[in-house]
């Protein structure tokens, strides 16, 4: 592989053409807060074992960018530690007795510094790798991402990450509209909810790939073999 020089991934609704030097892998949220028991993810109400699959292709995938020194970056979901940055609508929102910025088995739900905010030790970032601690669902909403990405020339990015639905979806959506392409590989991305991990792909990429482009780690590694 020369990084400079275009690659092609098999994917829906067809094939993604990338090069690699300028194309970052984005993983969302990848927290112990979502993906571990006692945790804000379990705290909804979820069963956090439906997330634990995308750890092992992630590894995968993020192993194979770093060994091409390639352009990984990490966020997290979660707030200051004055909640300043928490909207009172989100603080609220569920109506339950423990909500974002209490006290919870992994120290205070969603917030930064707090063990259970950090991002799971299977796909811990490396110092060298940017990582956006984002306020919202999104990851340009409120970040410096966008400028992060422009500096660095980077145009494409492989999302991955949780929930498929929620953030990696919000996300994806947000990159499109600023002009990148997206690329979700399908074992890498997860839900609560199986019924959302399926139509939350096909949303991506429905009408010629609206939002992006849908393919698997296989593929991708094959590509960049
Ligand atoms: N990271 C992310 O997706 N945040 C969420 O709150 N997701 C849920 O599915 N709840």
Redesign the pocket.
């Known amino acids: 592989m020369t990084k400079d020089r275009s690659v092609t991934v098999q994917a829906e609704p067809y094939p993604f053409e990338f090069i690699p030097a300028t194309c970052a892998l984005l993983l969302?949220?990848l927290?112990r807060d979502?993906l571990e028991p006692g945790g804000?993810?379990e705290m909804?109400g979820?069963d956090v074992s439906q997330l634990r699959r995308v750890i092992e292709p992630n590894r995968k995938l993020l192993a194979a960018w770093r060994d091409k020194a390639l352009p990984v970056m990490h966020t997290r979901?979660g707030h200051r530690p004055d909640l300043s940055d928490l909207p009172p609508a989100k603080k609220i929102r569920g109506g339950g007795k423990t909500t974002i910025g209490d006290v919870g088995p992994m120290g205070r739900i969603l917030v930064r510094g707090e063990a259970g905010h950090d991002i799971i030790p299977e796909l811990y970032p490396l110092a060298s790798e940017p990582v956006i601690d984002k306020p919202g669902?999104g990851a340009f909403f409120a970040t410096d991402l966008h400028a992060i990405l422009q500096n660095r020339g980077i145009t494409q990015l492989i999302v991955t990450?949780?929930?498929t639905?929620?953030?990696?979806n919000t996300t994806v959506r947000e990159a499109n509209d600023r002009g990148y392409d997206c690329l979700v590989p399908e074992d890498c991305v997860g839900?609560?909810f199986p019924e959302f991990q399926t139509m939350g792909l096909k949303m991506i990429k429905a009408q010629g790939g609206i939002f992006g482009w849908v393919s698997d780690s296989e593929s991708i590694l094959a590509a960049l073999a």
């Open positions: 969302i949220d927290q979502f804000f993810g909804l979820n979901e669902k990450g949780v929930t639905e929620v953030c990696v839900s609560y």
